[in-house]
Structures are given as C-alpha cells and as structure tokens.
C-alpha cells in the first residue's frame, strides 16, 4: 500500500466511521419519532373532517327537530306556503256546549308588525245546558303536526298572548284533549289586559296519547284577541326554552360531528329573491321573526332559529357552519327544477351594501363583544360569550353565472378584508363536474377561495368508481367541503359503498376538510327529498345504515392520517381501509369496510405504534346488501360493539357488507 493510499483508506475508514455514527444517529432518532407514532407516511388531516348538514326540508324543523307542537302557532299560514293553506289552517273554530260568538282573523294591531296575524274571538253565549257534560265556551283547538303525541306524568308549558277587547276580564281554560274530548291535563288562565300580554300555564298529561289537540276555550262573556298559541314539551334537547325535541337532537349528538352546516340547501338561496333566508329574521322573541314560505312546500316559523343552531352547535361540541345565500336566489326558482332552466334572480346592485353589512352584523353578533351592537343582541338572547364563529358559506350550489359571481366577489372581498379570522367556503354547482362545477373551482382559484363546497348525489356504482377522486386533488388549491352527498339509498349496500367512499375522504383529508351526508332528516308522510339519513315521526326514529355509518366515522375522527398500516389485496377493489390517530386523545383508530359479499382478509401492522394499549374497542356494522331499516323495523341493521384484542401484526377478516371501527388507546 502506498502512502497515498493509505492515507486515501485511512480518510475512507474515517468516512465509513462518520457515516455508521450519522447512522446510528439517525436510526436513534426515527426510533425516537417512531415511540411518538409519528413516521413518513403519515400526515396531518383536517381536525373537522365529518360534521353535519341540516336543512329543514322533509319537515326537519318545524314538526321535527324543534319542539313545537302548536302547528301554525302565529296564524302566518297563507297559500303562499301551500295553495290549500290559510291563516286557520290546523286550527278549528270550536263552540262546544251549545255556546256561540263569532271569530275573525285580524291584522289591524298584531303583537309585532313582524307577525301581522292574530284570531279575535267574541264570545256572545257560553251554553249551560244541563245535558251538555263537558265544558263549554267558544275558543280555538290546534291539531299540531299531525296530532300532538303527549306522554304520561310529562309537562307541557303552554303560553299564548292575548288582549282583552273588552272591559271585563275573561276566563280561559286550556287542555289537552283526544279525539273523542277526553281531557288529559287542564289549566285555567284569567286576562288582565287591554294590552297584549303573555300568559302561561303548564299542563302535566294523565296518560299517553299521540293524537292529542290543544283546546283554549274562553268560558265567560267578551271579547279578545290571541296569538303566538305555543305548548312545548318542558323536557327539550339539555332543557333548552324554545329547544329542540330530545331523542333527534340526541341521535345527532351522538355522532359527535365537528360541525353543523345550516340552514341547508336550496333553503338558503330560496325560491325568489324574497324567500332567500336572512339570518335577521330569524332571531329574538319568537313573536318577531318573520315567517316565511319554505321552499321545500311547507312553511317556516323560524322558532328554530339562528341562535337556536348556533346554541345547539355548542351544545353539542360542533363548530357552526352557517351559509348565507350568495345574494341571488335559486336557479330553480319558480318550480323549474323538474324540468332544468334557470330562474336565478340577483339582488339588484344598489341592495348590495346593506346586504355585506348582513354578512358582518352575523359575525359580530356570533364572535363580538356584548359592548357591540349586534354582540348585545346575542347576549339579550341569553348569550354573552361568543360562539366563536370560524366557518361562514357563502352560496349554496349557484349556478355560477355573471350575476352571481359579481354578487360574491363584493361579500367574500369585504368579509375576507374585515374578518381574515373567517374562513369563507365558496360554491360549485349542484354536480360532481360539469359546467357549474369547473366554473366554481375556476372563480375559487382565480379568487383564493379558501374552501370550495361540493354537492353530489349519485348511486353506490358511481361512489365505488370514484373512492379515489380526491387522491390528485391539487394540494395547492382551495380545500374542498363536501356539503352534500349520499348514494340515493337507506339499504346496507348504500350505506357500505358510502363507508368505502368515505374512507377515501379520511386518506385525503389534507385536500378534504370537511365533509357532510344530506339530507339529515324526513319526517313520515311528509318526506320531499328521498334518500335521508335518520326517518321520524311523532314518537320514534329509525336510524339508518347510512346514519350508523356516519356515526361511526364521525365520532371516531382523527387529525393524522397513517398509510401503510392495513394491507390487502391492492387489485382488490372491494375493500377499504384508513388509520388514523386523536392527537388529542392518542386513540389510534382503524376503519375497515368490505363492499363485497364474502368475507376478506385484512393484515394490519401496528409495529410503528409503540405504545398501544392492546385492550381495544371494536363496532361492527353488516348485514345484507338489501337490508335496510324502516319507523316499523328500526333494528334490522345495528351495529354491535364488543372488545378486542390488538396485537402488533393480526389478520382481520371483515364480513361480507361490513364496516367495522377498531379504536385502540395508547400509553401516554
Ligand atoms: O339536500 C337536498 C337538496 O339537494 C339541497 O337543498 C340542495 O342544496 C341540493 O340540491
């Protein structure tokens, strides 16, 4: 060896001695990184992946989620809403015990300008034959939606205003009554004002019944006028006043959704520039919203209004997502969406100004302190704490024309100038592509659109096809919201093409941040939009397979997403799977989903996962393909819990039409 050459071994040996050293460095610190669950392919995912949608469509809130039980409670019905409707409707004029006087529907002077409707009731004889058992009077009996369903030992809180018209005070009394007249709970109310006043009574039911009326009977002589009739069950959703109706708010909590989209849909955009939803509206007493046509066929109170959302978002550890319309109203306005067209009405330029400001007045009433104009109203509400507004949508699946795209430059310019703290989600059309579709992504990139809000309904075939539409989403682009989706169907085989899909949406959920099945409820024979996620009437519900599928990704939710620790059969287009971990709880959670109709082997490995806990949790949902639940049957398909045992390296076989969660704690 020569001296050069030795000289060259020595620098090499000193070389290999560097390099096994930086080695050995490394190798300890990826061990490192590896005891902290952490390792090359993983990644961050959006913290509020699954949430929520809900729209009052299929008579979500008035009749269904809001409490009420009084329907038409303000007389505000009018054939605007539907044809056959007036301000009576659901009401009867009744005069039992051979009584008489007359009753009118009056707006002269109504309790607020806001709610012009009201009943005057003259009560000219209050019949006292001797046959005639029952009570007697003239008054006013309300059927509610679809007859009252009132509970054994249960407490209703009744309230109504009235106004003497004439000098003498008048009795009332107010019952609960079946069908045939029978009374279940009465209480008696005496007036003591030429003004409006409200008064209140509660009235505890002697038995259940489901087709209960409420029946107000005035049982002295004179005149006077009633309106704003409500009876609420005093047990709401955490025993809020003017709540919401326990077991559907219930069954949403349950899922534990890290956001609530409201108040829909089409609902917002509205049928018509003037039945767009302005949030103003639909705020303070309840006598002083505005009421309006429901573009869904029916009519909204809007006793479920924005402070009620924005409460039960909180109640129930969601972040609000309200969506303003976009300034134009739907391009299906006028009926046409049976046959396509466009009936897109824009707000006319010069409204514009007022119309931002209303984006503005919404963040400060959510976000701003009580010294504010609009944070003092939210802490009139019984609100001083902000809700900490973080999401506002602007437009709901527009048809992105000129008009519309002006409109939402002037609102997202100024609300992203003035509160950079929000983040704005943008729209695109009603499909998964298309015209409206590659218009709205185009106007979001061109404008920086943070989010941009997709909308498809398509079968389980075309969700299967596309489990990897988001894989080449441009991660430098607008994030996505995908605000509606669902595979036109309550059957297992819906719901499982659904988990597989939404497998997809956790592996990219970098690009996906937020996502929300539609339509959320449908009230039994009242039902417009089919397919929906949770059915109802007056006294059950029946969660569907897709509700048990949402459920189960939306309460077991993380913010890391981990490749590489379920393996299958890559041609093997059947199967699906995701892991990720909490980072707030460092649950590490796999979702496993077979599609097919034989059971798969799945080969999971949790080698990089130092600290599990090997006692873990699993649920599992399966059943046929054609399954699906119904108000008769609500238990044909339910997912079952039990324990299991984690390993480092198992095999998990995953049954025919099945999800199943495995959540597995970790040592801290
Ligand atoms: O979810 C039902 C309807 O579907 C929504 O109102 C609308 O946005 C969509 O077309």
């Not at 704003?228 to 109706?245: A, D, M, Y």
């Not at 046509?293 to 209004?305: D, E, I, M, P, R």
């Not at 996906?512 to 009230?523: D, E, G, I, Q």
Request: neutral net charge.
């Amino acid at each position: 060896m020569t001296t050069q050459m030795k000289k060259k071994s020595k620098r090499s040996s000193f070389n290999i001695n560097l390099l096994v050293a930086l080695l050995t460095l490394t190798m300890i610190s990826t061990a490192q990184a590896q005891t902290k669950e952490s390792w090359n392919t993983s990644k961050k995912i959006s913290p509020d992946l699954f949430g929520l949608f809900f729209e009052d469509i299929n008579y979500a809130a008035d009749g269904g989620l809001y409490a009420e039980l009084v329907q038409n409670r303000s007389f505000e019905y009018s054939p605007t809403s539907k044809r056959e409707w007036s301000s009576f409707s659901f009401w009867e004029y009744v005069t039992p015990g051979f009584s008489y006087g007359s009753l009118n529907v009056e707006t002269t002077s109504p309790v607020h300008f806001n709610n012009p409707h009201y009943v005057v009731l003259n009560v000219e004889h209050v019949g006292k034959e001797e046959k005639h058992s029952g009570p007697s009077g003239v008054g006013v009996k309300n059927t509610g939606f679809d007859g009252m369903s009132i509970r054994e030992g249960n407490k209703y809180n009744f309230s109504m205003f009235a106004r003497q018209l004439t000098n003498q005070p008048i009795t009332l009394t107010v019952s609960l009554q079946t069908p045939k007249g029978k009374i279940l709970a009465e209480e008696k109310i005496l007036t003591s004002s030429n003004e409006w006043k409200k008064y209140s009574a509660g009235l505890t039911s002697t038995t259940n019944h489901d087709t209960v009326s409420l029946v107000i009977l005035a049982t002295t002589q004179g005149k006077l006028a009633l309106d704003v009739i409500s009876l609420f069950p005093e047990r709401t959703f955490k025993n809020r006043t003017n709540g919401l109706r326990t077991d559907l708010a219930q069954a949403l909590a349950d899922m534990k959704p890290k956001f609530i989209r409201f108040p829909g849909g089409c609902l917002v955009h509205g049928d018509g520039l003037g039945n767009m939803y302005r949030w103003k509206n639909t705020i303070g007493p309840i006598e002083q919203r505005l009421e309006q046509k429901n573009l869904w066929g029916y009519h909204q109170t809007a006793g479920l209004g924005y402070y009620e959302y924005f409460q039960f978002c909180e109640d129930v550890g969601a972040k609000p997502l309200p969506v303003l319309p976009a300034a134009v109203s739907c391009q299906n306005s006028g009926g046409t969406w049976r046959i396509g067209g466009t009936g897109q009405q824009a707000l006319p330029l010069d409204e514009m100004d007022e119309y931002i400001q209303e984006a503005l007045d919404l963040i400060e009433w959510a976000n701003g302190p009580v010294t504010s104009v609009w944070g003092a109203k939210r802490a009139a509400a019984g609100h001083p704490a902000p809700f900490n507004l973080q999401y506002v949508g602007i437009g709901n699946e527009d048809k992105i024309t000129l008009e519309f795209e002006e409109r939402f430059k002037m609102i997202y310019t100024v609300v992203k100038a003035k509160h950079p703290e929000i983040t704005v989600i943008g729209t695109s059309g009603p499909f998964p592509d298309g015209d409206d579709f590659e218009k709205g992504w185009k106007y979001a990139e061109h404008h920086n659109i943070p989010v941009v809000d997709e909308h498809y309904y398509k079968d389980p075939n075309w969700m299967m096809k596309n489990l990897n539409r988001y894989d080449t989403y441009d991660r430098s682009k607008s994030k996505v919201y995908l605000g509606e989706y669902a595979s036109w169907g309550n059957k297992m085989k819906n719901a499982i093409s659904e988990a597989a899909y939404m497998v997809g949406l956790e592996r990219n959920g970098d690009v996906v941040s937020m996502a929300s099945y539609a339509p959320l409820f449908a009230k039994k024979n009242h039902t417009q939009w089919k397919t929906d996620m949770i059915f109802f009437d007056n006294n059950n519900l029946c969660l569907t397979p897709n509700y048990h599928v949402q459920r189960m990704f939306s309460a077991n939710q993380g913010d890391v997403y981990f490749d590489k620790v379920v393996f299958k059969d890559p041609s093997d287009s059947t199967l699906a799977a995701s892991c990720v971990q909490d980072s707030k709880t460092g649950d590490v959670i796999l979702k496993l989903v077979n599609v097919g109709n034989q059971a798969k082997v799945m080969k999971i490995d949790l080698t990089n996962f130092k600290k599990i806990i090997s006692a873990a949790e699993k649920e599992m949902l399966t059943g046929a393909a054609e399954a699906e639940n119904t108000l008769e049957n609500p238990q044909q398909v339910v997912p079952v819990k039990s324990t299991f045992k984690a390993t480092k390296n198992f095999e998990y076989e995953a049954q025919p039409m099945s999800l199943t969660v495995i959540r597995m704690k970790t040592k801290s």
